[in-house]
């Protein structure tokens, strides 16, 4: 079984997520849990990231709320960053 990894940046971030919209925490837990189950279900789009971010992946919570995380489908996912697109890239 897959285990989150949470750095301290994602902690921060899903911290100010949660504050700012305290009716997404219930989406963001459901997502992470989706994450566990199968990181690569297609309702979190997940996909790999270029530039700066090579080697990690993102996904998508929502309209506009982004995972960024690394670790492959088999892998424990240590979860790196969490907010709106302009936010996380």
Known sequence: MRTLIWSNTFIRAFKRV???HPDLRQDIESILR???????????ETHKLKGKLAGSWACSAGY??????????????????IGTHDEVY
């Open 18 to 20: 949660t504050r700012r």
């Open 64 to 81: 506009d709320l982004h995972f960024v995380k690394t670790g492959k489908q088999e892998d424990d996912i240590f979860l790196i960053e």
């Open 34 to 44: 989706l994450l566990v189950e199968n990181p690569f279900a297609p309702q979190l």
